[in-house]
T-cell receptor, first 111, second 115 residues
Framework: SQQGEEDPQALSIQEGENATMNCSYK?????LQWYRQNSGRGLVHLIL?????REKHSGRLRVTLDTSKKSSSLLITASRAADTASYFC???????????FGTGTRLTVIP | DAGVIQSPRHEVTEMGQEVTLRCKPI?????LFWYRQTMMRGLELLIY????????DSGMPEDRFSAKMPNASFSTLKIQPSEPRDSAVYFC?????????????FGPGTRLTVT
C-alpha cells in the first residue's frame, strides 16, 4: 500500500505548547502534502513540500521532509484551541496529483 | 468563490436503492477526485478525472459504483444497488493540474447511510 501512516494516532496538549506529528510512507514521492480536517467537515490543505525540499514554513506551521527515511513531520507552534482537528499527510508519487492519504493524527488542544 | 459544492449533504436510503451523489468543482479546476472516508479504512481515493476524462478508477470498490463527469462543472457518483457497507462520508475534491501548486480543495462531503 502507498498509504502513509501518521504517528501518533492521537495527541493532546495544552494551549501554547507545540505539537509535532510524523508521517511515514513507503514509495518515492514527487511531493507530500498536509491537510487538516475539523470534525464533520472536508479536508483543508495546509502545506505542500516537494521532494527536493527539506523544510518549509507557513505561519505557525513547519514541515520537514526526509526522503532518505521516507518521513515527514508537521510542527504546529504555539498551539491554539482552534487547532483541534485531525491532521493527514498525503503523498503524491509522480506529480499526477493522485494523493494517498495517511491514517491521520487526532490533535486536541486544551484551552 | 463558493468552493467545491456537494449535494446532498446527508442521504439515508434503504439497501438496494440507487444513490446519486453530485459535485460541482471550483471553476477553472481541471481535475476532480472522489474519496470515501470511513473509520475502518480511512480516506480512500475512488476515482479521479482530468479534463473530464476518468484517469484512474482502480479505487472503485465494485461494479455497483460508477462515476461520470459530463462537463467541467459537474460530476456524479452513483451506487446501484446500495448496500449497508457503503455507508460512509463521500468527498469530492478539485484541483488545477499543470500549475505549480497541486493542492486539492475538498467539498463538505455527503454522509451516506444505507440501512
Amino acid at each position: 500500500s502507498q498509504q502513509g501512516e501518521e504517528d501518533p494516532q492521537a495527541l493532546s496538549i495544552q494551549e501554547g505548547e507545540n505539537a509535532t506529528m510524523n508521517c511515514s510512507y513507503k514509495t518515492s514521492i514527487n511531493n507530500l502534502q498536509w491537510y487538516r480536517q475539523n470534525s464533520g467537515r472536508g479536508l483543508v490543505h495546509l502545506i505542500l513540500i516537494r521532494s527536493n525540499e527539506r523544510e518549509k514554513h507557513s505561519g505557525r506551521l513547519r514541515v520537514t521532509l526526509d526522503t532518505s527515511k521516507k518521513s515527514s513531520s508537521l510542527l504546529i507552534t504555539a498551539s491554539r484551541a482552534a487547532d483541534t482537528a485531525s491532521y493527514f499527510c498525503a503523498t503524491d508519487p509522480d506529480g499526477a496529483n493522485n494523493l494517498f492519504f495517511g491514517t491521520g493524527t487526532r490533535l486536541t488542544v486544551i484551552p | 468563490d463558493a468552493g467545491v459544492i456537494q449535494s446532498p449533504r446527508h442521504e439515508v436510503t434503504e439497501m438496494g436503492q440507487e444513490v446519486t451523489l453530485r459535485c460541482k468543482p471550483i471553476s477553472g479546476h481541471n481535475s476532480l477526485f472522489w474519496y470515501r472516508q470511513t473509520m475502518m479504512r480511512g480516506l480512500e481515493l475512488l476515482i479521479y478525472f482530468n479534463n473530464n476524462v476518468p484517469i484512474d478508477d482502480s479505487g472503485m470498490p465494485e461494479d455497483r459504483f460508477s462515476a461520470k463527469m459530463p462537463n467541467a462543472s459537474f460530476s456524479t457518483l452513483k451506487i446501484q444497488p446500495s448496500e449497508p457497507r457503503d455507508s460512509a462520508v463521500y468527498f469530492c475534491a478539485s484541483s488545477f493540474s499543470g500549475g505549480v501548486s497541486y493542492e486539492q480543495y475538498f467539498g463538505p462531503g455527503t454522509r451516506l447511510t444505507v440501512t
